[in-house]
Each structure stands twice: as C-alpha cells, then as structure tokens.
C-alpha cells in the first residue's frame, strides 16, 4: 500500500504536478468576475478598470485547463498501471478540466448579468464571441508559447510582436482557430447545463421559501 501510494504520487508530481496551480489561476478571473459584475452599486472608475484588465488577462487560464488533456494522454502512453490511470488519474483530470470550464463560464455569466443590468444585453452574445477569441490566442500563448498572464505587465511588447507574428502564419493561426471552436462549443454546452442547474435551484429555493412552517412539526 504505501509503494503504491508512493508511486501515485510520483506520477503525480510527473505528469499532473500542474493542476493545483492551474486551477488556482483560473478561479481567480471568476473570483473578480463577482466584484466587476455582481455588486450592487458599480462605479466604472480606474480601480475597476484595472481590475477588469486583470480579469481579461487571467481569464485565459480556464479554459486552458481544456488542452491539459495532453498529460492525461502522457500518462496512458506512458504504461502506467490500468487500475492506477482508471481509478485516479483520469477522474482527476477530468475534475480539472471540468473545474476550469465551470470557472470560465460562471465568469462570463456573470459578465453577461452586468451587460444586461447595464441596458445593453444585445451585446451579450458579440463579447462571448469576442471573449472567447481573445481567450483562444490566450491558450495558444500560453500552451506553445509558454508566456504566463502577468507576462502582459513584464512584456507587453514582445506579446504584442510575437501573436501578430503567429496570427500571420497559416499554422498558429489554424490552431488559434481550432482553440477557439472548441472553447466556444464547450462554453455553450456548459453555460446550458449551469444555467438549468441555477435555475432549478432557484426553484427549490423558492418552493422551501414557500412552504408553511406549520407543516414540519418540531421535535
């Protein structure tokens, strides 16, 4: 027993050392999401405006977690124990990916609430879609050219040179577009299900609000 859980946390430590860290990240877009969009009283002053640069630059993390699939992949080629990559490495990478993709779409949701509190939820839809461009050539930064989001305070400037270098090439560009279809089915699928579960939550919340006290008698 412990050879094998010494041997689970090696493998760990190879191949999946990341996901603690990773899932760090992206839960702190959705983390500022709340303070950006769901307050009460929202003053668009420079405090937000920093805050919301900070939200963009991280957002990308989420669904970064989606291309972390590559280590599971690693894993499973690597001959590692079929019980071992069954029972724990794949759920959870899973949990992760699924984490990630929740924390991204829970943040845009929220983005999409202030939009429509705001008057404007026209513009609902086009800043998912541009949100979920700018989240693409994020993942791509991030997966191929290994560049991290505070990278965009340390060096704008070879950010800025190196993605319009790799959007002019046909390749970065193919993968940026592929990136950017999966993220945007993914956030759809996802946003769906997040939506139905909120929404029968509110449900029950409110059928217990409802209910008449009288009829649970106390012990």
């Not at 079929?82 to 845009?108: C, D, E, K, N, R």
């Amino acid at each position: 027993m412990r050879e094998m859980l010494a041997n689970t946390m090696e493998i760990f430590d190879r191949h999946s050392g990341w996901i603690i860290w990773n899932l760090f990240l992206a839960f702190i877009p959705w983390v500022l999401s709340f303070w950006l969009f769901r307050r009460k009283v929202i003053t668009r002053n420079w405090g937000w405006w920093i805050i919301y640069i900070i939200f963009i630059a991280f957002l990308p993390n989420a669904p970064y977690l989606l291309t972390d699939i590559i280590h599971l992949i690693r894993i499973i080629q690597a001959g590692y124990s079929v019980w071992l990559i069954t029972l724990i490495f794949i759920p959870l990478h899973v949990f992760a990916i699924m984490a990630g993709l929740q924390a991204y779409v829970l943040s845009l949701i929220n983005q999409g609430h202030y939009l429509r509190r705001q008057g404007v939820k026209q513009y609902i839809f086009a800043s998912e879609i541009m949100t979920h461009l700018l989240c693409a050539i994020g993942v791509y930064l991030g997966r191929f050219r290994r560049f991290n989001s505070w990278d965009l305070v340390t060096q704008p400037d070879v950010i800025f040179l190196q993605t319009l270098d790799d959007l002019t090439d046909k390749k970065p560009l193919f993968v940026v577009t592929v990136t950017f279809v999966v993220i945007t089915i993914s956030y759809t699928l996802m946003k769906q299900v997040t939506l139905g579960l909120i929404l029968q939550l509110k449900r029950i919340a409110s059928g217990l609000d409802e209910l008449d006290p009288d009829e649970f008698p106390q012990r």
